[in-house]
């Protein structure tokens, strides 16, 4: 058994909260340029020649990338090897979170009562989530969720019936319906069984996949093709401006699930996907 302090946490998620925002990482930056490749309208290649140049300086600099810094989206996946002393893990993390958003200048964008809407000015608390995995490592990953990707994001439970072409549609009917709104070119994830939170848990999940990387059973790894291709002719392009790359990739994943639903959850993330990941 290993045991850490949770203190640990301070500084690792301090430092991935400012990195994260300031620095796309190599596989996103490279979709980009892919896309540029691809990309058959003049105004769409016109405007991922600017996501990338800003990418790139955001980096340079050290600025952040968007003036939405987003929410704090906070991945522990911890070894099941592990044991954790200390002050609670969860103020832990989010003693993390105001230090990366208060000592890098980064917009505090959370409000402590979604009704009275009063900032807490630190961008606490963030939105936890703790995984139990073989080992005695505990990774750490940070995700800031802007509010323009955030609040497209869908749940819906089809009938067991629909199957494949009832997901499918309703991703196509999400795409449509949030059109630019999610600062394409973005990536989608969906989540597929399991219930509402588990459901939803697994479509935010999904944009942590690499861009490129394909689920490793091969009848969902062709359903990620099938609609990333269906999104991609959509026509809403870069920045909504029109185009032929809507979406970088489509990430699907999937959990056993009761008898009589087929829960599904879609999740956008912006072209600033941005996320940042350290092993303890």
Not at 113 to 119: A, G, K, T
Not at 235 to 247: F, R
Not at 252 to 264: F, K, Q, R
Request: aromatic share 4%.
């Amino acid at each position: 058994m290993r045991v850490l302090q949770t203190e640990a946490l301070i500084p690792v998620i301090e430092k991935l909260c400012i990195k994260a925002c300031c620095e796309l990482n190599d596989n996103v930056m490279d979709a980009f340029r892919k896309a540029l490749e691809t990309e058959e309208s003049p105004i769409g290649k016109q405007s991922l020649e600017i996501i990338v140049e800003n990418g790139e300086f955001a980096k340079k600099e050290q600025l952040p990338c968007c003036h939405d810094t987003g929410v704090a989206v906070v991945l522990l996946e911890c070894g099941q090897e592990v044991c954790w002393e200390g002050m609670p893990l969860e103020d832990a993390v989010n003693e993390g979170v105001r230090r990366g958003y208060t000592n890098g200048y980064l917009r505090k964008s959370v409000v402590a009562d979604p009704l009275n809407r009063e900032n807490t000015n630190d961008n606490t608390p963030a939105m936890l989530h703790v995984e139990i995995v073989p080992g005695n490592q505990v990774k750490v990953t940070v995700m800031p969720k802007g509010g323009g990707s955030e609040n497209m994001g869908a749940f819906k439970v089809l009938l067991p019936g629909e199957g494949k072409e009832g997901v499918k549609q309703f991703l196509l009917d999400t795409v449509a319906k949030v059109g630019g709104n999610p600062c394409p070119p973005y990536i989608i994830g969906i989540g597929v069984g399991g219930t509402m939170d588990t459901c939803a848990w697994m479509a935010k999940k999904a944009l942590l996949r690499p861009i490129g990387d394909r689920n490793p059973n091969p009848y969902y790894a062709e359903l990620e093709d099938e609609f990333l291709e269906a999104v991609n002719k959509s026509g809403i392009g870069p920045i909504g401006m029109g185009g032929t790359v809507t979406a970088l990739d489509v990430h699907i994943d999937y959990h056993g699930v009761h008898i009589t639903a087929l829960p599904v959850a879609i999740n956008f993330q912006c072209n600033a996907a941005r996320q940042a990941s350290e092993v303890i």
